[in-house]
């Protein structure tokens, strides 16, 4: 079981920065896969990026987010982080922190309750 709780959302300008923070607790991480989720109002839930935390440089990022956004983990604070700069209108959205454990029979889904980025003038 892992828990997981957002916070860092609010309000930018078009272009601006802004960093997210994800509290993880329960579960071994050294077992998951770590990312960030982003849900666009209308619009389904779809990957921003991800980290494999066991050794912290394996890394994926959406298309869109290369370049511009970085994703980073804290193994003593137990924090998972989203640098995002150069935000754009349509990045607004709820950002969910998602934790991945792989075991030998699955793997376990867990996600937190969003946090709110709004990127307007």
């Known amino acids: 079981q892992v828990q997981l709780e957002e916070s860092g959302g609010g309000q930018v300008q078009p272009g601006g920065s802004l960093t997210l923070s994800c509290k993880a607790s329960?579960?071994?991480?050294?077992?998951?896969?770590l990312g960030w989720y982003r849900q666009a109002p209308g619009k389904e839930r779809e990957f921003v990026a991800s980290?494999?935390?066991?050794?912290?440089?394996?890394?994926s990022y959406a298309d869109s987010a290369k370049g511009r956004f970085t994703i980073s983990k804290d193994n003593a604070k137990r924090k998972l982080y989203l640098q995002m700069d150069s935000l754009r209108p349509e990045e607004r959205g709820i950002y969910f922190c998602?934790?991945?454990?792989?075991?030998?029979?699955?793997?376990?889904?867990?996600w937190g309750r969003g946090t709110q980025v709004t990127v307007s003038s």
């Open positions: 329960g579960s071994r991480l050294g077992d998951c896969d």
């Open positions: 980290i494999k935390w066991s050794d912290g440089r394996t890394t």
């Open positions: 998602q934790a991945e454990e792989s075991t030998d029979s699955r793997d376990y889904i867990f």
